[in-house]
Each structure stands twice: as C-alpha cells, then as structure tokens.
C-alpha cells in the first residue's frame, strides 16, 4: 500500500463536494490560498501530514480513507447494517408481509 497523491486529491475533491464546499470555501476554511488546494485536488502538489490531518478532523474522516482509500470501519459498519435492513424487507416484501 502506498500514498498516490492524486488519488489522494480525488477523494479530497469528492469529500468536499459532498459535504457541499466550493473550494474558495473550504480554502478560506482552512486558512489556505484556493490555487494551493485546486493543486492538491489535482494531485499536482504533495501536501503535508498536517493538511492531511486537519481535512480529516475537518470532515469527520479517517487518514486511512483519506491518504490510502481505505473504507472506514464505521462506514463499512453503516453499510453493512443497511443491507442487512435491506435484505430483511425484501424477503418481507416477497412473503406477501
């Protein structure tokens, strides 16, 4: 496993579009210059630990997710529990309940 500054970028991107920011936004946020953070979004600047970790502390996600891709317990949990929800409802549906 190793650190892939743009898929890092990608998934810095798509967490802050999810949670609704623009990147003049979350620059100001973070107390940082917009082209810096479209650099990274882009995988074309390395960021330090320290930015990583306040993106993490910021939208409530680990470093794991973050620097590496790696599903969150919590999410996977989440995820899990749904299906099982899921699945028990359609097995309902399907018995006529």
Avoid: P, W
């Avoid at 100001?28 to 953070?37: C, F, G, I, K, T």
């Avoid at 680990?62 to 028990?88: C, M, Y």
């Amino acid at each position: 496993m190793f650190y892939d500054q743009e898929k890092c970028g990608t998934r810095i991107r798509q967490i802050r579009k999810q949670n609704g920011y623009t990147q003049e936004r979350l620059a100001e946020e973070l107390n940082m210059d917009r082209s810096v953070l479209s650099r990274i979004e882009a995988g074309k600047y390395v960021c330090g630990v320290d930015f990583l970790a306040q993106i993490a502390i910021y939208f409530g996600i680990s470093l794991d997710f973050l620097v590496f891709g790696k599903a969150q317990n919590k999410e996977a949990e989440h995820l899990k529990e749904s299906i099982t929800v899921l699945i028990r409802q359609l097995e309902q549906f399907k018995a006529g309940i």
